[in-house]
């Protein structure tokens, strides 16, 4: 993270997504500004950031809006974390000193669906990177592919490669459109593990298993198997093969899901998700 530890970040946006980034980036950067309007959210960011912010280096500022910053030294990086709704209005109807101040850095983006084209129409400028992060990027556990527009130089692309690794894990895209992908695989997901650990733990329960049973059996399951992908650095497939003994019983769960059309229906349900992330960056 030495790329980053001299940089000053700003966060427009200061909720979910920009409290795990800023969580994860305070040891690493020189400072951070979170600009946040609700009250109540500054006040948790103080609380989760100011005790280890102090004691490991990172400066750190919670304010209500950029205006009211009157040391307006341009940040090295600018996140834009609020809602893809919400981005037109939260740069919108800003002072000539603050929009200046607002589209001085190179951008990053964390805004799912909003195309460099849109982000560069409201900054007026195109030196920004585009980040497709997924939700346990909120347990530093993230799946992060970026793309970068013509103007983003080397330099910078190690940068926001630094800044989102706070979060877990990055890959860059050749281009734009392969997120509307990353967005059908990692970026919606982990929504696919819960749905199959629901259906686990519905079949383990109409097999016999008590609710809490079923739950727990299923949940560490999954954890248990992704550990082993990640850790062991083997294929799925190789992994899958070394646990299917010719006639036991997971080759018979594995040879049902088949003839039921599992790869097809997960290719479906990708393809689904690939249209819509389309369908909502034209705006639809
Ligand atoms: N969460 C995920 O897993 C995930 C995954 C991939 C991508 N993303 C993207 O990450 C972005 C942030 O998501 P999130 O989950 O962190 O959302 P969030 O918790 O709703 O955070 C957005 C924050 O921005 C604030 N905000 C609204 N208007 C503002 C303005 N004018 N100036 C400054 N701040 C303003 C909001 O305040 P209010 O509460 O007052 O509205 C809110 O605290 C979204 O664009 C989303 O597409 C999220």
């Not at 998700?273 to 369908?279: G, N």
């Amino acid at each position: 993270m030495s790329t980053i530890s001299s940089l000053h970040i700003a966060f427009l946006g200061g909720g979910n997504m920009a409290q795990a980034l800023a969580l994860g980036l305070r040891a690493h950067v020189h400072s951070i500004t979170i600009i946040e309007p609700l009250e109540d959210t500054r006040e948790r960011i103080r609380v989760l950031m100011a005790p280890k912010a102090s004691a490991q280096g990172a400066s750190l500022q919670v304010v209500a809006s950029a205006e009211v910053i009157e040391d307006k030294v341009p940040a090295d990086w600018l996140v834009l974390a609020v809602k893809p709704q919400q981005i037109a209005s939260a740069l919108g109807g800003l002072s000539d000193a603050t929009r200046r101040w607002l589209g001085a850095p190179p951008t990053l983006s964390i805004l799912a669906g909003t195309t460099l084209a849109t982000l560069s129409s409201l900054l007026g400028h195109a030196r920004i990177v585009r980040a497709m992060p997924n939700t346990p990027a909120l347990i530093s556990e993230g799946m992060t592919a970026l793309v970068a527009s013509a103007e983003i130089s080397t330099e910078q692309r190690i940068q926001a490669e630094a800044l989102m690794r706070a979060v877990g894990q990055v890959q860059w895209v050749e281009s734009e459109a392969l997120l509307d992908a990353v967005t059908a695989l990692s970026g919606s997901g982990p929504a696919y593990v819960f749905a199959f650990v629901e259906a686990l733990v519905q079949a383990g329960e109409r097999l016999g298993l008590p609710p809490h049973q079923a739950q727990m059996l299923a949940s560490q399951t999954v954890k248990g198997a992704a550990l082993m992908l990640s850790e062991s650095g083997d294929l799925p497939s190789a992994l899958r093969e070394r646990v299917t003994s010719k006639g036991g019983t997971t080759a018979a769960a594995l040879a049902t899901l088949q003839d039921g059309g599992f790869n097809t229906l997960i290719e479906r349900a990708l393809r689904a998700a690939y249209q819509r992330s389309i369908e909502i960056s034209q705006g639809a």
